[in-house]
């Protein structure tokens, strides 16, 4: 199997994109005549009958979030915070939703199930009702685990609708602090969810309440 056939839908989708925006500015032949939509979807049919020449040809991250959490953390240390906020975040939520997709290909619902779960529920709720009625009580979100992943994913909503507190601040050590911690409380977030991945992987291989938090 494939590296291809072994990524999810949204893996593929960004493997995808990334390897049509490097193509058609480098002259792949035929790319600069399509549409956007049409160059994606010849892009997707190449990799997946090809995928040992895209291997070869292209070197990038085979982990989204992987990649996300590289550019988090390069822009904490430019101290860049907001974008290092934003990145967090993404990478929390696809954390999440990776959890959530795998839970559901456990249980035997389709991917598109899985998906139309993931596109309906809010960060809130994936973190309170919408997670119970996946994980139950066999894999639990500590709360500060919850407190932090909304702290960091409403950051990352003012910044993007140019709200965000520490912009507007004026003091540079009183930003400095505060940006601090948000980042603390984003690598905390990191751990934690490894932790979780980890926790319901166990449950899934032997079903004991070791997988509770």
């Given at each position: 199997m494939s590296f291809w056939e072994r990524s999810s839908k949204e893996d593929r989708d960004f493997f995808a994109r990334a390897i049509y925006e490097t193509s058609s500015t480098?002259?792949?032949?035929?790319?600069?005549?399509?549409?956007?939509?049409?160059?994606?979807?010849?892009?997707?049919?190449?990799?997946?009958?090809?995928?040992?020449?895209?291997?070869?040809?292209?070197?990038?991250?085979?982990?989204?979030?992987?990649?996300?959490?590289?550019?988090?953390?390069?822009?904490?240390?430019?101290?860049?915070?907001?974008?290092?906020?934003?990145?967090?975040?993404?990478?929390?939520?696809?954390?999440?939703?990776?959890?959530?997709?795998d839970a559901f290909r456990s249980t035997g619902h389709s991917e598109e199930e899985a998906d139309e779960f993931i596109r309906a529920n809010s960060i809130w709720k994936k973190t309170s009702s919408a997670w119970l009625s996946v994980f139950g009580d066999s894999v639990r979100l500590s709360d500060e685990l919850v407190s932090n992943i909304r702290q960091v994913s409403a950051?990352?909503?003012?910044?993007?609708?140019?709200?965000?507190?520490?912009?507007?601040?004026?003091?540079?050590?009183?930003?400095?602090?505060?940006?601090?911690?948000?980042?603390?409380?984003?690598?905390?977030?990191?751990?934690?969810?490894?932790?979780?991945?980890?926790?319901?992987?166990a449950h899934k291989r032997y079903g004991d309440d070791t997988c509770k938090a």
């Open positions: 480098s002259g792949f032949p035929g790319l600069q005549d399509m549409t956007e939509e049409d160059g994606l979807k010849f892009m997707s049919y190449f990799i997946a009958r090809h995928p040992e020449l895209i291997l070869k040809r292209f070197r990038f991250t085979t982990s989204y979030t992987d990649d996300l959490l590289e550019q988090a953390r390069d822009f904490v240390k430019a101290e860049r915070w907001e974008f290092a906020i934003m990145f967090y975040a993404t990478w929390i939520e696809h954390s999440l939703n990776s959890l959530f997709a950051n990352r909503n003012e910044f993007a609708h140019y709200k965000w507190k520490s912009s507007l601040l004026t003091d540079e050590i009183e930003i400095h602090e505060q940006s601090n911690a948000l980042i603390s409380a984003a690598e905390l977030c990191v751990t934690e969810l490894g932790e979780v991945g980890a926790r319901h992987a």
